[in-house]
């Protein structure tokens, strides 16, 4: 079974400062993609960086880049100079070779100014 | 840029009444896909549909649910007869390619089913 873990509910970061939200998971797939997501209080999905489990880089993506550690099944997601607008809930996603997509509980990001 | 357009963007129903939330994918994109987000929780995968069949569904997805891609640009979602806990919000998504891992998902702006 495919399993996605976020263990952060909440995380809080100063304006301008990084920020690492982590996602762990689980599947017996040897190829799959993770993904991650951002949900602003509108309530849209809005994706944010893609990360295949062949690929031997780390994906960047702007300010987003996915420190990705196969062998420990993670994919956190780094923000690198936060903004206001970051503010919002960021969602993990695994897909597995079967094509369904799995979400994580998600961790709701607050940037303070 | 293309978009994934659902509609309505709030249907709001009588518990036991049928429902029918409606999404156009992206023209050229193949796979499509439902997912609902309860308030304040997680999205959970419903239906993926490619080739005019069901692929894949979730033990979510009852005999009260069904889909269907009418015509060349509807995909819809069907509740028979709504209940309570199906208020939610909805999200449609379509991707460029089947049993592939690493196309995106384009997600629709969703639409909020609240059952009263």
């Known amino acids: 079974a495919q399993k996605i873990t976020q263990t952060q509910p909440g995380m809080f970061v100063q304006e301008k400062e990084a920020v690492t939200l982590d996602c762990t998971y689980d599947?017996?797939?040897?190829?799959?993609?993770l993904f991650w997501y951002k949900q602003p209080s509108s309530g849209e999905m809005i994706f944010l960086i893609y990360?295949?489990?062949?690929?031997?880089q780390n994906a960047t993506e702007g300010r987003y880049s996915l420190n990705f550690q196969k062998a420990r099944k993670s994919a956190n997601l780094v923000i690198s100079a936060s903004q206001l607008g970051d503010s919002a809930m960021y969602f993990c996603a695994m897909r597995p070779n079967n094509n369904d997509m799995r979400f994580g509980a998600g961790t709701r990001l607050t940037v303070k100014p | 840029e293309p978009e994934v357009t659902q509609t309505p963007s709030h249907q709001v129903t009588q518990m036991g009444q049928e429902v029918i939330l409606r999404c156009v994918p992206i023209s050229n994109h193949l796979y499509f896909y439902w997912y609902r987000q309860i308030l304040g929780q997680k999205v959970e995968f419903l239906v993926s549909f490619y080739n005019n069949e069901i692929s894949e569904k979730s033990e979510i997805f009852d005999d009260q649910f069904s889909v269907e891609r009418p015509d060349g640009s509807n995909f819809t979602l069907k509740i028979r007869s709504t209940k309570l806990e199906d208020s939610a919000m909805y999200f449609c998504?379509?991707?460029?390619?089947?049993?592939?891992?690493?196309?995106?998902?384009?997600f629709g702006p969703g639409t909020r089913l609240t059952v009263t």
């Open positions: 990360q295949g489990s062949y690929d031997q």
């Open positions: 998504a379509s991707s460029e390619a089947p049993r592939e891992t690493n196309y995106e998902q384009y």
């Open positions: 599947t017996s797939d040897p190829s799959y993609g």
